[in-house]
């Protein structure tokens, strides 16, 4: 297993967690992780990349060892600004290598048409988008924002590493138990009466804002490094989302440089079930 560095940086008023493997400088990536995840979910990738790249990997605000916002609720906004902030610090003079997974991969795509003169190269792992929305669910989407405002969230804890191990096989059944035990401890932290997540309850809440396809069309239209999109033959969150293969197939095109590839017996969580493929992948896109 390869070793990392963990390193702090004060980004937008936050204490930010990078976690770091050192390797060649001139073979850098930087990955950003999901929802519910953290920077060491992708511990297995690394160890899978046959050659010494330099990885950087956030922990998000809010997650693993990143302090949390203090706002109640977390948006994409924020997200871009922080990304933006810690490519400065991460690779200032010239463009990045940037690959992200579902979260990680929606953030990454919009900052690559935000930014284009930053990204060299973009591998997007199930960062296919939300469900388009239509203006006229604005007032219910709202109205149920702010009731959820009403209660505090909060993660009901584990009794054990091993019994949030176990809800992480679970939630994945492609998960190997010494995978699961791993990111167990990156997931989790020690408080009374067990073990809770690293991550702020107030990410359970529902964005206030729609999901706007438009704009983020708007965006990616304006990439300009080559992409590569990558799915999961088996990912439950894209039959959760319902989204059909003609409009995966339409949010593709909106990307002028793009190749599309599928991992096959992976969900979602594709770089848990399959890294040596995904790391093969990404090798030979970027080399």
Same mark, same amino acid.
Not at 96 to 110: D, E, F, P, R, T
Not at 257 to 279: I, N, R, S
């Given at each position: 297993m390869?070793?990392?560095?963990?390193?702090?940086?004060?980004?937008?008023?936050?204490?930010?967690?990078?976690?770091?493997?050192? /390797?060649?400088?001139?073979?850098?990536i930087? &990955?950003?992780h /999901?929802?519910?995840?953290?920077?060491?979910?992708?511990?297995?990738?690394?160890?899978?990349?046959s050659?010494?790249?330099?990885?950087?990997?956030?922990?998000? *605000?809010?997650?693993?060892?990143?302090?949390w916002?203090?706002?109640?609720n977390?948006?994409?906004?924020?997200?871009i600004?922080?990304?933006?902030? &810690?490519? $400065? *610090?991460?690779?200032?003079? %010239?463009?990045?290598n940037?690959?992200?997974?579902?979260?990680?991969?929606?953030v990454? /795509? &919009?900052?690559? =048409?935000?930014?284009p003169?930053?990204?060299?190269?973009?591998?997007?792992?199930e960062?296919? /988008?939300?469900?388009?929305?239509?203006?006229?669910?604005?007032?219910?989407?709202?109205?149920?924002?702010?009731? $959820?405002?009403?209660?505090?969230?909060?993660?009901?804890?584990?009794?054990?590493?091993?019994?949030?191990?176990?809800?992480l096989? #679970?939630?994945?059944?492609?998960?190997?138990? $010494?995978?699961?035990?791993?990111?167990? *401890?990156?997931? =989790?932290?020690?408080?009374? =009466?067990?073990?809770a997540?690293?991550?702020?309850?107030?990410?359970?809440?529902?964005?206030?804002?729609?999901?706007?396809?438009?704009?983020?069309?708007?965006?990616?239209?304006?990439?300009? !490094?080559?992409? &590569?999109?990558i799915?999961? %033959?088996?990912?439950?969150?894209l039959r959760?989302?319902?989204?059909?293969? =003609? $409009?995966? !197939?339409?949010?593709?095109?909106?990307?002028?440089?793009? #190749?599309?590839?599928?991992?096959?017996?992976?969900?979602?969580?594709l770089?848990?079930d399959?890294?040596?493929e995904? !790391?093969r992948?990404?090798? !030979?896109?970027?080399?």
């Amino acid at each position: 297993m390869r070793h990392s560095e963990s390193l702090f940086f004060d980004i937008r008023g936050l204490r930010y967690h990078v976690r770091h493997w050192r /390797g060649v400088a001139e073979r850098r990536i930087v &990955l950003l992780h /999901g929802w519910m995840d953290v920077s060491a979910s992708f511990q297995f990738l690394v160890d899978a990349l046959s050659r010494d790249w330099d990885v950087y990997a956030p922990d998000w *605000r809010g997650y693993g060892l990143t302090a949390w916002s203090g706002s109640d609720n977390y948006w994409f906004p924020d997200y871009i600004g922080d990304l933006d902030a &810690l490519l $400065e *610090r991460i690779q200032p003079e %010239a463009p990045v290598n940037l690959v992200g997974h579902s979260l990680g991969g929606n953030v990454g /795509g &919009l900052y690559a =048409g935000i930014r284009p003169e930053r990204i060299a190269r973009f591998v997007n792992l199930e960062g296919f /988008g939300m469900p388009a929305t239509r203006p006229e669910q604005a007032p219910k989407r709202y109205a149920r924002w702010m009731q $959820e405002l009403r209660a505090e969230p909060r993660w009901r804890p584990y009794a054990s590493y091993a019994e949030l191990a176990d809800r992480l096989q #679970k939630n994945n059944p492609r998960l190997k138990r $010494e995978r699961a035990e791993f990111l167990a *401890r990156h997931w =989790g932290k020690d408080v009374d =009466g067990g073990v809770a997540l690293r991550s702020d309850p107030a990410h359970k809440l529902v964005n206030a804002t729609l999901y706007r396809l438009d704009e983020a069309r708007a965006c990616w239209e304006r990439v300009s !490094a080559p992409v &590569l999109w990558i799915d999961a %033959a088996e990912s439950e969150t894209l039959r959760r989302m319902q989204l059909t293969p =003609g $409009e995966l !197939a339409e949010r593709r095109s909106a990307f002028r440089d793009l #190749k599309h590839q599928t991992v096959a017996d992976a969900g979602h969580m594709l770089h848990h079930d399959q890294p040596e493929e995904v !790391a093969r992948l990404i090798e !030979a896109f970027l080399l």
